[in-house]
């Protein structure tokens, strides 16, 4: 039996025991009623699978809530990027359903633009991913993972995966695959060369990272970020 989205699968147990406990009481109610017995002693347990059921029925109800926002305010993002309002409560909204379990396509999606809407590519993309992976005849994720797969997002994604598994050589081999293929093209932006320059220090290839970051920093002398990479990465440069 699958979780229904936005439920804890404690919660999901405790719907599932409230519901069996709620239909036990009213066949002993349907017994007593019969016997004649009285009914007082039994009525205030009813409070119990009202409560079990309505806890998990409030948080389903408030993510379904959280999902509605969410597609507000990417769209809100979406006709208005500098809106630092909208963007302070789209990332709120997706911290409080982020732990909770989604497995609906259409769901996931709609989380994807909204992770994409704040910045955040690499893990819109990942979502996207995880629909195509059961869903691979999406019409609509097929489209986002166009439009979310760009080349520098490819990297930055392999280059996360890289470090989290700093051991599987197969991952490595998809992360260098994805540099060569990039570098070839005839002209790369100052913020892909830093991308580029990150994934190759995780590769554990300082001098090539601080060549790819001088590179960025002489085509745009502002770029965000790049003269912290390079002092990390002289830090860790071997002697």
């Not at 017994?31 to 948080?59: D, E």
């Not at 809106?83 to 709120?92: G, H, I």
């Not at 893990?123 to 986002?144: C, F, W």
């Not at 002489?218 to 390079?230: C, M, N, S």
Request: aromatic share 4%.
């Amino acid at each position: 039996m699958q979780i229904p989205d936005g439920l804890h699968t404690y919660e999901f147990v405790l719907l599932l025991m409230g519901v069996l406990l709620f239909v036990t009481l009213l066949v002993l109610l349907v017994v007593f009623a019969v016997q004649r017995r009285a009914l007082k002693g039994l009525i205030p347990f009813f409070v119990f699978p009202i409560a079990m059921v309505g806890f998990p029925g409030y948080q389903k109800i408030s993510f379904e809530n959280g999902i509605v926002t969410i597609e507000k305010l990417t769209q809100e993002l979406a006709e208005n990027p500098a809106d630092s309002s909208a963007r302070a409560e789209l990332e709120n909204t997706l911290a409080e359903i982020g732990d909770k379990n989604v497995t609906t396509p259409a769901t996931l999606l709609k989380i994807s633009k909204a992770q994409a809407a704040i910045g955040d590519t690499v893990k819109a993309l990942r979502t996207v991913e995880a629909v195509m992976d059961n869903e691979p005849a999406s019409s609509e994720g097929k489209r986002l993972e166009r439009l979310f797969g760009t080349p520098r997002v490819k990297i930055e994604k392999s280059a996360l995966d890289v470090a989290d598994n700093p051991r599987d050589s197969s991952k490595r081999i998809v992360l260098r695959r994805e540099l060569s293929e990039l570098l070839r093209t005839p002209e790369v932006s100052a913020g892909t060369l830093v991308a580029v320059a990150k994934a190759h220090a995780v590769l554990g290839d300082t001098a090539k990272a601080l060549m790819l970051v001088d590179s960025a920093m002489k085509k745009d002398t502002q770029l965000r970020g790049a003269a912290e990479l390079r002092s990390r990465l002289l830090i860790h440069r071997p002697r």
